[in-house]
């Protein structure tokens, strides 16, 4: 598809991600980066992790998220005691057919929101790995494909909480992006004080979109035309993250691929045809902290790397 042909496909989809995008603001009070940057995840075929302290809206978002995508959507809640069975099903034998009945878990569904999903075991959490790398489960040998779209909305506490277990870095890398939600401004939390609940708003939220829509706006996204500046852009961050001592490995072949595409689709929430190195901008941090592992220094994280390599690296 030509840069003039995807323009022309943009625009009657942009106007049912606009709505969208304006009901979740309505509801997500004073965040449009956060609301931008979640819907950007969604649109360039990835998962998404909210990380925060209790009570500042993770839930919330991740809620109206699976709203807007439309479909079916279900809602898990990590606990320590979850099994992986929990969530993607088990095998059950039937006396009347004298066979083994497959009975899905809550993982079958468009949207699943996995709500604190680092109260459970590393070994409940890997539950998902399959899941969200193929969009499909295996159980007892036989493989069972997922809905489409899929989409896994987890949220997160800091791990320095009591009850919680840090995620590994294979589950990790299934979350496209990672965003941190913060606290409101006094006047935003004001608002949230004297509005209604933001459970009354959710339950009158009407379906905008729908799981078909959403493929046609990942495939939309897929064609924003990205020119060689912006390519050699990438290129540099990423080279960037390798030459870093501070880390034990650069970003992968991967995470460039996935930032070629997350720099695509947030050109596409911002209803532009074509990518910018500001959408690069916007992405790295989200996309790059969370990979960012430290060789050992306690005092460095890679969210303050990512944001040192952003500011280092000269833009075209």
Not at 115 to 130: G, H
Not at 146 to 168: H, K, R
Not at 192 to 201: G, H, K, N, S
Request: proline share 8%; hydrophobic share 45%; glycine share 6%.
């Amino acid at each position: 598809m030509s840069k003039s042909s995807t323009a022309r496909a943009l625009s009657p989809l942009a106007d049912e991600l606009a709505r969208a995008r304006a009901m979740i603001n309505d509801i997500i009070i004073g965040k449009p980066e956060v609301v931008d940057l979640a819907f950007t995840a969604l649109l360039a075929g990835g998962h998404l992790l909210l990380e925060d302290l209790p009570g500042v809206g993770k839930t919330t978002l991740a809620q109206a998220l699976s709203l807007a995508v439309g479909g079916s959507w279900q809602r898990i809640q990590f606990t320590s005691d979850m099994l992986p069975a929990d969530i993607v099903g088990v095998s059950v034998y039937s006396r009347a057919d004298e066979q083994f009945e497959f009975r899905p878990g809550p993982v079958f569904a468009n949207v699943v929101l996995a709500d604190e999903i680092n109260r459970a075991t590393p070994r409940t959490q890997s539950a998902l790995l399959e899941a969200m790398a193929e969009h499909q489960v295996t159980v007892d040998g036989q493989t069972h494909s997922l809905p489409q779209p899929f989409y896994v909305i987890a949220t997160q506490n800091p791990v320095d909480l009591s009850g919680t277990y840090p995620l590994p870095d294979s589950q990790l890398d299934r979350f496209l992006l990672r965003v941190k939600m913060g606290y409101p401004s006094p006047e935003q939390e004001r608002r949230l004080l004297v509005e209604p609940d933001r459970r009354e708003l959710l339950a009158e939220m009407p379906p905008v979109l729908t799981p078909g829509k959403f493929v046609e706006l990942i495939e939309l996204a897929r064609r924003i035309h990205v020119s060689d500046p912006v390519l050699d852009y990438i290129q540099s961050l990423v080279a960037a993250s390798r030459s870093d001592t501070r880390l034990k490995a650069g970003l992968s072949p991967r995470a460039a691929l996935s930032m070629l595409q997350t720099a695509r689709a947030h050109a596409l929430v911002r209803q532009q045809d074509f990518c910018l190195p500001d959408n690069v901008q916007a992405v790295f941090p989200a996309l790059a902290g969370h990979r960012l592992q430290t060789a050992g220094i306690a005092e460095v994280s890679g969210d303050r790397i990512a944001a040192e390599i952003l500011e280092s690296t000269p833009v075209p």
